[in-house]
């Protein structure tokens, strides 16, 4: 059993949720905050047997849309630096992390 916590941007979670449900996965939704790019993003907690593991990461891979954003830069204390410019930044769809579960309980 594994346990893959996705973080996917707002613009594309309700199609990434969709069809999750769609093809038998089933998800936990908690809203987060990034400290760099600031739009809201979500976690996903997906509880996945681990030979449904790839066909998991191809739902989230076709769900996801690749953008660049517009974000000013990083909060500094420095006199006259240049890091509250605007600046492009590529934002990735979503990201995966798979953890191994030891135990999997329904109460």
Do not use: P, W
């Amino acid at each position: 059993m594994k346990l893959v916590i996705t973080i996917i941007s707002n613009s594309d979670v309700e199609r990434v949720t969709d069809r999750l449900a769609q093809n038998g996965f089933f998800a936990t939704r908690i809203s987060t905050t990034g400290q760099f790019l600031i739009d809201g993003h979500t976690a996903l907690l997906i509880g996945c047997e681990d030979e449904k593991v790839e066909a998991l990461y191809e739902i989230l891979k076709n769900s996801v849309t690749k953008r660049t954003v517009r974000t000013t830069g990083v909060t500094s204390t420095l006199a006259g630096s240049l890091l509250k410019q605007a600046v492009d930044v590529e934002e990735y769809g979503g990201v995966a992390f798979t953890l191994d579960v030891d135990s999997f309980q329904k109460f």
